[in-house]
């Protein structure tokens, strides 16, 4: 099994219940294909959705997906996980989860990414922004990051000052986990 990530934007602002649509139409626990919805993340501006999907390949979640494209424009790529290993990696209600995604022109290892112990306590503990999960593409020019911070601009000041270069960093204001009764945690 591998972990499927899925970019979907919205033509029209989507909603917590277009994410939960997904989730019932990928079979919402075990699906059809074997495919498991494991973690949505919805834009503020209801315009963007991160979905994490458990599933044998990125054809599994195409077939699963498929009555459902109701976006502008929808992304499906196989994913290696980078959790982070700190005792307090679990999000706390608090504060905010933070998407940032970064692209590359060039194959980029994850390892080159991650900046160094020095830079990450200046630029990032510093701030208060946890590192919770990173997912790099099979192709490595693709990595999404999920913090837990204040707020998305936080995250933002953070990623220059460390010069850290990405697309966009936005607030996940609705994140489903999912359960057996596949809920919101945000």
């Known amino acids: 099994m591998a972990t499927i990530v899925v970019e979907q934007d919205f033509d029209c602002p989507g909603s917590a219940e277009d994410a939960r649509q997904i989730i019932q139409v990928a079979g919402g626990g075990r699906g059809s294909d074997g495919v498991t919805a494991l973690r949505h993340y919805l834009s503020a501006d209801g ?32 994913a290696t996980s980078h ?27 994850f390892a080159a990414v991650v900046p160094s112990k020095e830079i990450h306590r200046l630029c990032f503990e510093l701030r208060g922004i946890n590192h919770v999960a990173s997912y790099v593409s ?3 020019r693709r990595i999404l990051c999920i913090d837990e911070a204040a707020d ?9 000052h460390a010069g850290m270069a990405f697309d966009r960093a936005w607030h996940a204001a609705g994140v489903m986990e999912y359960t057996s009764s596949a809920a919101w945690i945000n």
């Open 47 to 78: 315009r963007r959705l991160l979905a994490l999907f458990d599933a044998p390949d990125t054809g599994a979640v195409r077939r699963a997906l498929g009555p459902c494209d109701t976006g502008r424009s929808q992304t499906i790529w196989s």
């Open 83 to 109: 959790l982070s290993p700190a005792p307090d990696a679990a999000p706390r209600l608090s504060r905010s989860l933070v998407v940032v995604e970064r692209s590359y022109p060039v194959p980029t290892p």
């Open 138 to 140: 099979e192709d490595e």
């Open 152 to 160: 998305a601009e936080t995250v933002r000041v953070a990623n220059r």
